[in-house]
């Protein structure tokens, strides 16, 4: 009996035994057709990102920066017709002021030739000058190169316009005669550059006020006193460069600027048409010429009505 039951207990066994076999076995066919599955997955989700999602995303980032640059051409487009338009109008402007820039050298030079006054040049800018002044009026510091030759031609105008002045009162025979008060010019020869009042500054084109006159002339020409007085300042002075005042009393002084050599002395008393200094380009000058001033109690004002007193 006990050896029966020892038969029985080895046979349990062995079928124990080969069941756990087969599912051990069954277990890693399942694993391996997972894993299969999963690679097979894995493969097929690699391929459609690679040769379908991939150059889909690709396709809408390009179609977006093909529209930006659509966009942006458009913007270009139209801000060159703006720009072509702004141009042409400008281009047109320039011509009407070239055009009257040329009748009025041509008058010039014919005017000038009558007179045989042959130190106007209507070939070249005039020299003007003086302290540095501002009105509070700002301009564009970035300007167009058209609207920079805009500028400088209506400069050019001014100073003909000027000339042609003086050439009108040259050719009236308007003389200046001598008075026991201030009246003339500071010089002997020479003509007018530069007026009393607001005028573009030579230096940075900036709207200033030029609070005196200029008289361009050579390197070294006398300069006189317009009227008798005393000597209050003779020395360099800041955006004058070498200056002479005089006191004429009644609270008038005159001042004469960027000069080349001055001939008084603080306290020397000066008489009328007698020479303070030699014509300069001292300070802040572009050329050779005297810069005049009258004061009346300290204050620059407009010595027009005294030249030509």
């Known amino acids: ?21 087969i599912f051990s076995v069954s277990a890693k066919k399942i694993a391996a057709v997972a894993l299969l599955q999963l690679s097979v997955v894995a493969v097929t989700g690699y391929f459609t990102y690679q040769y379908y999602v991939e150059p ?26 703006q720009t072509t338009a702004q141009l042409s109008v400008l281009a047109q402007r320039m011509g009407i002021l070239t055009a009257r820039m040329n009748r009025i050298d041509a008058l010039g030079e014919r005017l000038a030739k009558s007179a045989d006054y042959s130190e106007f040049n209507f070939a070249q800018l005039p020299a003007v000058g003086g302290p540095e002044q501002y009105s509070g009026i700002e301009q564009s510091s970035e300007l167009s190169a058209l609207l920079s030759q805009m500028d400088i031609l209506l400069l050019h105008i001014d100073s003909q316009q000027d000339q042609l002045n003086l050439l009108e009162t040259v050719m009236l025979n308007h003389e200046i ?15 007018l550059s530069s007026l009393y009042g607001m005028r573009n500054d030579p230096f940075n084109g900036k ?17 006189m006193a317009t009227g ?12 004058y460069g070498l200056l002479v005042e005089v006191d004429h009393g009644a609270g008038l002084k005159t001042r004469y600027a960027h000069a080349k050599e001055l001939k008084v002395n603080v306290g020397d008393v000066v008489s009328k048409g007698e020479v303070i200094a030699l014509m300069g380009n001292t300070g802040r000058s572009t050329g050779a ?8 109690k300290d204050k620059q004002i407009n010595p027009r009505k005294y030249i030509y007193r």
């Open 207 to 223: 709207l200033t006020m030029h609070k005196g006159v200029d008289f361009a002339g050579k390197d070294g020409d006398d300069v």
């Open 1 to 21: 009996m006990s050896v029966a039951i020892n038969e029985s207990s080895n046979h349990s066994k062995i079928k124990t035994n080969e069941s756990f076999s």
């Open 56 to 81: 889909a995303l690709l396709s809408h980032a390009i179609d977006e920066k093909s529209e930006h640059l659509v966009n942006q051409q458009t913007q270009v487009d139209t801000l060159k017709i």
């Open 228 to 239: 008798a007085g005393v000597v209050t300042w003779s020395g360099r002075r800041y955006g």
């Open 289 to 296: 010429h005297v810069h005049y001033e009258v004061l009346k």
């Open 177 to 191: 005669h001598d008075d026991s008060l201030i009246a003339g010019r500071p010089i002997n020869r020479g003509w």
